[in-house]
């Protein structure tokens, strides 16, 4: 079945740093991909998308890139600030149009 | 511009009781609903989903039901709350059946069970 895999956090950085956090995924045919952020207390924004391979979704410094080869879609920032610090889903929009999450990766940045 | 809106933010509830969660979209018309758990420190769990007025769509078997009274209204409800159905609720909306089309989060419900 369909699933995404995230890597494990907390993910601590310094301020200024650049972030990667991994998302692979499993899935039959080629599903849109989807980013989305979670500040502490609040619902889900969505972050970026891409829906077809080789497409790069980007949005506030974030970018990341769907690889169809690797099946991946591995979120980037080159510069990290405090404000970043939030908790990161990965997902997947299977074929019913339902979003397949993935466990979500926690990142804090210190100044 | 669309907005959803979820209410009760907040709520203590004794084990149980009854629940009912209560979501409505604003600025468009036959949305794809969703309701999604989310357990403290897990990923999250879609619980229901509906394409339209009366159809709902059961993800996982659990002390929870779901209605879609009206096209932009979705009710979240337990006629008797366990413990482990504490966690953060959200509620979700999207545009009709378009691959990649963009899924919509409320701010969420947070329910302790006591």
């Known amino acids: 079945g369909n699933s995404v895999t995230q890597m494990e956090g907390p993910v601590t950085l310094s301020e200024e740093a650049f972030l990667t956090i991994n998302c692979t995924y499993t899935a039959t045919g080629y599903p849109s991909l989807f980013w989305y952020v979670q500040y502490p207390g609040e619902g889900l924004q969505l972050l970026l998308k891409?829906?077809?391979?080789?497409d790069k979704g980007s949005n506030k410094g974030f970018e990341a890139t769907y690889r169809k080869e690797t099946t991946s879609f591995h979120l980037e920032k080159g510069s990290v600030q405090v404000s970043d610090s939030a908790v990161y889903f990965c997902a997947l929009m299977d074929s019913s149009y339902k979003l397949i999450f993935g466990s979500g990766t926690r990142l804090l940045v210190r100044p | 511009s669309q907005t959803i809106h979820q209410w009760p933010a907040t709520l203590v509830q004794p084990v149980g009781s009854p629940l009912s969660l209560e979501c409505t979209v604003e600025?468009?018309?036959?949305?794809?609903l969703y309701w999604y758990r989310q357990a403290a420190g897990r990923g999250l769990q879609l619980l229901f989903y509906s394409v339209g007025i009366g159809q709902i769509s059961s993800e996982v078997p659990q002390n929870l039901s779901a209605s879609r009274p009206q096209d932009r209204q979705f009710i979240l409800s337990s006629k008797k709350l366990l413990l482990s159905d504490s966690g953060f609720y959200l509620c979700?909306?999207?545009?009709?059946?378009?691959?990649?089309?963009?899924?919509?989060f409320g701010e969420g419900s947070w329910l302790t069970v006591v």
């Open positions: 600025g468009t018309s036959n949305p794809n």
């Open positions: 979700a909306w999207s545009e009709g059946q378009i691959s990649g089309n963009t899924i919509y």
């Open positions: 891409a829906t077809k391979a080789d």
